[in-house]
């Protein structure tokens, strides 16, 4: 058991079993991520996800996987007040529409580990036509996030980066 105030993300982002809606499959499987703050939590949560798993497994005699994909890494911690800042200087280098603000959220990003120790914000950037701007921009690990946007967004980046620089330090 976990207590509802330490800091655990689990996401499942795929699971795979059976093609009937009233059968039970012979085997499955799931996949996902498991970030948190404190090594003995995720280790916790990593032993109960295998314990159900198991149990799934015995009582209904199907194999099952867990995957959990690593490196294990803490949530990432963002500094709302600088994150705030940052908008601002985007939104006077870009103007407003070419800004949208997505709302404050547990992160888990591959700079975890530093934000630890320093002070973070947390900017996507994408490049959209100019009649979608304004408009909320999809989920960054959803199927519909280009991975690899249109080139143009490395200029915006650069004077995004170089505005936040110059504002912020």
């Given at each position: ?10 996401e499942i ?104 120790d320093v ?12 009649e979608d ?37």
């Amino acid at each position: 058991t976990v207590s509802a105030r330490e800091i655990v993300v689990l996401e499942i982002g795929s699971i795979h079993a059976g093609q009937q809606p009233n059968q039970i499959p012979s085997e499955g499987e799931m996949t996902g991520t498991l970030r948190f703050a404190k090594e003995e939590v995720g280790r916790a949560v990593w032993d109960e996800m295998f314990f159900i798993q198991e149990q799934l497994s015995g009582t209904h005699r199907v194999t099952g996987n867990l995957d959990m994909i690593g490196p294990w890494l803490p949530p990432c911690k963002i500094d709302r007040d600088l994150t705030r800042r940052a908008i601002g200087i985007c939104r006077r280098t870009l103007g407003e529409k070419a800004v949208y603000e997505i709302p404050f959220a547990l992160a888990c990003e591959d700079l975890s580990l530093i934000a630890q120790d320093v002070r973070t914000v947390h900017i996507v950037l994408g490049v959209a036509p100019k009649e979608d701007r304004g408009t909320p921009p999809p989920e960054l690990h959803s199927d519909q996030f280009l991975g690899y946007p249109d080139r143009s967004c490395l200029l915006v980046g650069r004077d995004i980066l170089a505005a936040c620089a110059r504002g912020l330090l």
